[in-house]
């Protein structure tokens, strides 16, 4: 009998607890990526692979690209590359050098490395990346690897000396892959900084090795992206709370087995009231829609006057430095302090208010949903 009572109290007691907190959806605006065109123009060298040592085949580089972002991680461009490349043939303790033109259409797939792993931010200011893809490359004006075979002829006594030696227009496949590292000098400008690794048959070089040529280019240029790169949107985030303003309390009922008759003893657990004030990119004041928090949180300590309001401020790492996030998580905690004390007069001491800026954790994966101050009245 007194076991089927116990049981009857712990239905009741989650009976009460599923009827004075549920969870709830709450909507919060975010930006997320816009996709969007834009264009680039580098400067820079390349470094063709062969004999010599480091400098002794590097040419002046440029290109020109176009391309489009799909989302916040992935793109695709069409570069076009040019200028010059170089090759040298040792014999008998002598260099001999020439250099050709070309020009290189290339199709490639870019990747945000930083986005794909910290997620979206467009006031972040270096973004990592990297791009693969294939293309052509059209080599003329290779009238010095003509003389600079005829002198090894001469040299040598072997004719011909560059047993892959062409002359007038040469197309060739291209592979090539790279990294790039962006500094975002406002949303729709950024100064780049890029490295490229190219593949080719062999022979572009005029010499016969039986494996693959490559060239490397080193560039630096700028990007400039058209229209919003951005948009806004609004994404949906769980929040338990109290089916109304107040404190809920759930009584558990605990029989104690004495000489005397059963005594029931009735403890008294409190549910905290929990509301999240969220706060947009670099700013600290309450907006309109997210004043009626506040309000409740004000509501649930007058219902209750010996319960206090932690407030823990956050700003998301992956904006600004660390000193600037500590000091905005403080704002924040603060701004929600200040408008709980001269707004709806309750009593500092009953405030408890920290700043945790990016040094502990992000209370959310999401970095928009991060800058926020998360108040808990208990």
Not at 30 to 36: A, D, K
Not at 59 to 87: D, E, H, T
Request: with cysteine; proline share 4%.
């Amino acid at each position: 009998m007194k076991f089927n009572k116990l049981v009857a109290s712990l239905l009741l007691g989650m009976g009460c607890l599923y009827a004075n907190a549920q969870t709830t959806y709450e909507d919060v605006e975010v930006e997320e990526l816009n996709p969007h065109w834009y264009i680039q123009a580098q400067v820079g060298f390349q470094e063709t692979l062969g004999e010599g040592s480091f400098g002794k085949l590097m040419s002046p580089n440029a290109q020109l690209g176009v391309g489009y972002r799909f989302n916040s991680v992935l793109g695709a461009r069409l570069i076009l590359n040019s200028w010059q490349s170089k090759a040298l043939q040792k014999f008998d303790n002598t260099n001999y050098k020439w250099k050709w033109n070309y020009i290189a259409p290339t199709v490639d797939v870019t990747v945000n490395l930083t986005n794909a792993f910290c997620g979206f931010n467009p006031d972040r200011v270096v973004n990592v990346g990297l791009f693969a893809g294939i293309g052509a490359n059209i080599g003329y004006k290779n009238d010095q690897a003509q003389d600079a075979n005829k002198a090894l002829v001469a040299a040598s006594g072997v004719d011909p000396s560059l047993l892959a030696l062409w002359d007038g227009t040469k197309a060739r496949f291209l592979g090539q892959f790279g990294a790039n590292l962006d500094f975002n000098v406002t949303r729709n400008f950024a100064i780049g900084l890029e490295l490229q690794a190219n593949v080719l048959p062999d022979g572009y070089n005029s010499k016969l090795a039986h494996n693959a040529d490559w060239y490397f280019n080193c560039l630096v240029g700028i990007k400039y992206a058209f229209g919003n790169t951005t948009r806004k949107a609004t994404k949906k985030v769980p929040v338990v709370v109290p089916t109304n303003a107040t404190v809920e309390y759930v009584e558990k009922v605990v029989e104690k087995i004495v000489e005397v008759p059963v005594e029931k003893i009735v403890e008294v657990v409190r549910e905290p009231f929990r509301r999240d004030i969220f706060f947009t990119i670099g700013k600290y004041n309450i907006r309109p829609d997210e004043m009626k928090k506040v309000e409740e949180i004000a509501q649930a300590l007058k219902n209750n006057p010996n319960d206090k309001c932690e407030i823990v401020g956050y700003a998301d790492k992956g904006t600004g430095t660390l000193a600037i996030n500590l000091r905005l998580s403080d704002q924040r905690a603060q701004v929600v302090a200040e408008t709980l004390i001269n707004k709806y007069g309750i009593a500092p001491e009953r405030i408890i208010k920290k700043s945790m800026g990016e040094q502990e954790y992000q209370p959310y994966n999401e970095p928009a949903l991060c800058r926020v101050a998360m108040c808990v009245v208990h």
